[in-house]
């Protein structure tokens, strides 16, 4: 077991430094591209930070473990939003830009409601893979598009400030790139590997491991950007970060991983995809109240997920 517990975390560490690596070469690179700080932050930043969770449920799918490729997706929506939002307003009480409200949360219920309709009916087919995957690229071109045309001079300072800054040379951020692959790889096979072994130790389903432990696990890019955002009082960073993270999530990670190999899941319970679809509903609300997520209802947040836990252990 001590083993198996020294692997899992030396899993999420590769993963972690991995996603860092790869951020960092791939922002630089892009500089050197011409790109600008805006663009770079909405898709190298915003899907850098989901690269384990892809990893990981992309190496699930392959070695024919899709309840751990599914769960790893639905677990993290859910910890996204009751853990790392919830923190992120106990912290420091969270603006929300009205793009998020009118845009992206409506995409973001959406696409949830659309994984518990594919998820539920059986088997996700390459063809819906694919699907996914279409649509996943016409929100980034629609929201780089958005962006352009709409963005304050305010939030271009934010991006600026959020995006890596140019390397000394171009061979070190092919060094950060390759580096942070290989890391990324290594740290998913380690956390599968790993995590399945405890699930198989203790008894627990491989379905409740990638919904807890992987989800969480996968999911550490993300929370360390939020709670630094909050720190450096920007928490609204933080709220496009959750948001846009569940919606790639969902169309991205669950897109590739089911065009690499048609997925079915029979350890994702309804109750499981359900608790998702009404995080995901009733975040809405929550952000429209006077535009702020308040400390009281990151606190609510994170007693939700603590119930989600404790409904889902005693059912594994």
């Known amino acids: 077991m001590f083993w198996n517990i020294s692997l899992l975390i030396l899993g999420l560490a590769a993963l972690t430094f991995g996603a860092e690596g790869l951020v960092r070469g791939s922002a ?35 070695n024919n473990q899709a309840d751990i490729s599914i769960g790893n997706v639905v677990g993290s929506n859910i910890f996204n939003i009751g853990i790392i939002l ?24 959406a696409v949830s409601l659309l994984a518990l309709f594919l998820i539920t009916k059986g088997t996700i087919s390459r063809l819906e893979g694919i699907a996914l995957f279409t649509a996943l690229v016409a929100y980034t071109a629609y929201s780089i598009w958005l962006a352009k045309k709409e963005v304050s001079a305010e939030i271009k300072q934010q991006f600026q400030e959020g995006v890596p800054s140019q390397s000394i040379s171009l ?33 627990i389903s491989e379905a409740v491991i990638a919904l807890t432990i992987i989800a969480a696990g996968t999911s550490m890019p993300e929370l360390a950007t939020s709670i630094i955002a909050a720190l450096r009082r920007q928490p609204d960073i933080a709220v496009g970060n959750v948001v846009g993270s569940n919606i790639f999530n969902i169309l991205g990670i669950l897109g590739v991983a089911s065009i690499a190999k048609p997925l079915s899941a029979t350890g994702i319970t309804k109750l499981d995809l359900w608790v998702m679809v009404v995080f995901s509903v009733a975040l809405l609300p929550l952000l ?6 308040q400390r009281w209802e990151g606190g609510l947040l994170l007693l939700g997920y603590g119930a989600y836990l404790w409904v889902l252990w005693p059912l594994s």
């Open 28 to 62: 630089s690179l892009a500089i050197r591209l011409g790109l600008t700080p805006l663009i770079i932050g909405l898709t190298i930043v915003a899907f850098g930070t989901s690269t384990p969770e892809l990893v990981v449920s992309l190496g699930a799918s392959l």
């Open 86 to 109: 919830g923190l992120t307003a106990l912290l420091c009480p969270v603006k929300v830009s009205l793009q998020v409200i009118k845009k992206d949360g409506p995409i973001m219920i």
């Open 171 to 203: 061979y070190r951020d092919l060094l950060f790139i390759g580096g942070g692959l290989l890391l990324l790889v290594t740290g998913s096979r380690l956390l599968v590997i790993s995590a399945t072994d405890i699930a198989r130790l203790i008894g």
């Open 288 to 293: 429209y109240t006077d535009l702020k997520l």
